[in-house]
């Protein structure tokens, strides 16, 4: 029995040893496991709070999966400050020693993590403007892709051959970035399409605008559209104007799928499909020359 009270009484003291002194309050080895578990139970249950959120809540409102991510994101980050206060309350942190070493850690920031530092306020800039959110189709530099998450610090974009690529927040605030899904995912697409000098230009928009009506990926309204573009060196060039919301995030297969179309209807009509031609000149002192 003896035994077993000295062993509590040592633990008691394990318990309450003094690290050092935060401030005027000292930090305990009870502090320190205290601190550990509840920043660790803050974090996780931040996270599952909002994944909640995303997926059971806001689906409920019929909310863009852009919106109901920036939301839940600010929220979680609200939490964790919140949390954050309530937890060195608790544990009986002097807050004036932890401002001090803020302090310091910022001195540090702006020194050594400037990039880090300008890539979360990117984050959050993007989270409250909104100029790209999850689920867009972005272009920046020779980048295209989707954008699947926003975090702190990075925004993860997936390329059509599922390459996921990590984009600094800076990059999408600083640079130019196009956004093929800003306002809604309807975009218009221009396919050039060449024929021989000797069809008819109407004829040619007829059956421009039968192959466009026929693809179902093609939208009705605003309705499909030709131009005359331009009178080539070997040919008539038009082009096609389609509306899609189907293949923003795809336009080459869509083009590819009017394009075969296309040929297939031009040669049921014996359209010409010309190729690019060059006339050659001789002098007429050349044969003088080849004689000398």
Do not use: C
Not at 228 to 248: E, M, N, P, Q
Not at 286 to 291: A, G, M, R, V
């Amino acid at each position: 029995m003896s035994n077993y009270r000295e062993i509590i009484e040592q633990l008691k003291i394990y318990w309450s040893f003094e690290l050092f002194k935060l401030g005027d309050s000292p930090f305990t080895t009870k502090t320190l496991i205290s601190l550990i578990v509840s920043l660790f139970l803050l974090f996780y249950l931040t996270s599952k709070i909002k994944k909640l959120m995303v997926k059971r809540v806001f689906p409920r409102y019929n909310m863009d999966i852009g919106v109901s991510q920036s939301i839940a994101t600010i929220s979680s980050y609200l939490l964790i400050i919140i949390g954050l206060f309530v937890i060195f309350q608790t544990t009986g942190i002097d807050l004036s020693a932890v401002g001090l070493l803020i302090g310091a850690l910022g001195i540090g920031i702006g020194f050594g993590l400037q990039s880090v530092t300008n890539n979360f306020i990117s984050g959050i800039i993007i989270l409250f403007e909104r100029p790209v959110k999850v689920g867009d189709r972005i272009e920046i530099d020779d980048l295209a892709g989707n954008i699947i998450t926003i975090s702190a610090r990075t925004t993860t974009v997936i390329t059509n051959d599922n390459i996921a690529v990590i984009v600094p927040n800076s990059d999408l605030v600083n640079s130019r970035v196009i956004n093929w899904s800003h306002l809604n995912r309807n975009v218009r697409l221009n396919f050039p399409v060449g024929v021989s000098y000797k069809e008819n230009p109407e004829i040619i928009k007829k059956l421009l605008i039968e192959v466009a009506d026929s693809n179902p990926g093609v939208l009705k309204e605003p309705k499909p559209d030709v131009l005359f573009d331009s009178f080539g060196d070997s040919s008539l060039d038009f082009k096609l104007r389609v509306w899609t919301a189907d293949y923003s995030d795809t336009p080459m297969v869509l083009k590819s799928q009017l394009y075969y179309a296309i040929f297939k209807k031009f040669k049921e009509h014996n359209i010409e499909i010309p190729f690019p031609q060059r006339d050659l000149h001789l002098k007429s002192g050349f044969e003088k020359n080849e004689k000398a």
